[in-house]
């Protein structure tokens, strides 16, 4: 059976904060150092170093409280194939980070909502109307607009963004999925043990030892970043409806294109403006009407 959420944690303000914080900080600052470090250590010790920092963070603010009750899945398989898929999303972005602006990233990886929507119907048997097929078409075209296929702009990184947000939109379905099984906490362990294992095995032989401080730092912020970020996004979801925190996720956008400037002079132009505004227009659309149409439901007998 799946857990509703109780009105004592119906706190959309509260909830609002928590996805605030994750969107426009935590998960800009983790991609800006991911892409600054990937560039000179190398996109395996950057995978290693943020997977084991996310589960350090994880079994300290879990542990406690559960013990090794945790790691107890009803479907292990699926949890190790749902974090196969986040270490493919990861590896493909992180790579994809060491050759494109990072907002263009971030932007293009805005097609995994969109993806969600037309996956919903073979993986999950959900039925996907018109109107929700034509905002996926929609924010496509605001892809290709970013993209621009053929044009002096394209880069061939960019389809590794695309195939990243695949990765990502095929774990989102297996999560809400495996909800009915485990709780957020199992689930929650599991989404970063395959990149960590995978990334310990490979990451001896490619390891650059850093030699400042501020490389250390950096290092370590990512797993505080990565581990934090998807906590407090949790914590938004169980204090907030979908419909109401999902839409801040594009706050990415800004926390990117603030760091990107700042960080690595980058500035985007027009037509990826343009593109951006399709691909959030069209997914703030979906969520809305996937909101609708859940209220429907819920006064059916």
């Not at 060491?98 to 929507?117: C, D, R």
């Not at 394209?154 to 999560?175: E, K, N, P, R």
């Not at 906490?185 to 501020?214: C, E, H, M």
Request: aromatic share 10%.
């Amino acid at each position: 059976m799946v857990e509703t959420l109780r009105p004592s944690l119906n706190r959309p303000l509260v909830a609002i904060l928590f996805m605030c914080v994750t969107t426009v900080v935590m998960f800009p600052a983790l991609n800006t150092g991911m892409k600054h470090l990937a560039v000179e250590y190398g996109v395996t010790q950057v995978i290693f170093m943020r997977s084991a920092g996310h589960m350090i963070i994880m079994l300290l603010m879990l542990m406690p409280g559960h013990g090794l009750v945790i790691f107890k899945s009803r479907r292990l398989g699926w949890q190790l194939g749902r974090s196969v898929l986040q270490c493919a999303s990861t590896g493909l972005y992180t790579v994809a980070l060491t050759m494109i602006p990072l907002t263009t990233a971030t932007t293009v990886a805005f097609t995994a909502p969109l993806l969600v929507v037309a996956l919903s119907g073979p993986m999950l048997g959900e039925k996907v109307g018109p109107r929700r097929w034509a905002a996926v078409l929609v924010g496509f075209i605001g892809a290709l607009v970013i993209i621009r296929p053929g044009g002096e702009v394209m880069h061939w990184a960019d389809f590794l963004i695309i195939g990243s947000a695949l990765c990502y939109a095929i774990y989102q379905l297996m999560t809400r999925r495996i909800a009915l099984y485990d709780s957020s906490r199992t689930t929650g362990i599991y989404t970063i043990t395959v990149s960590l294992l995978a990334s310990a095995i490979a990451a001896p032989f490619f390891w650059i030892t850093p030699t400042s401080l501020v490389d250390w730092g950096l290092f370590a912020s990512m797993g505080i970043a990565g581990g934090l970020g998807h906590y407090f996004m949790v914590k938004a979801y169980q204090l907030g409806q979908a419909s109401i925190v999902g839409p801040f996720d594009y706050g990415q956008l800004i926390g990117a294109t603030f760091l990107g400037y700042l960080v690595f002079a980058e500035f985007p132009d027009l037509w990826t403006w343009v593109g951006a505004a399709l691909l959030v227009g069209s997914g703030l659309y979906i969520a809305r009407r996937e909101a609708v149409l859940s209220k429907r439901r819920a006064l059916l007998p």
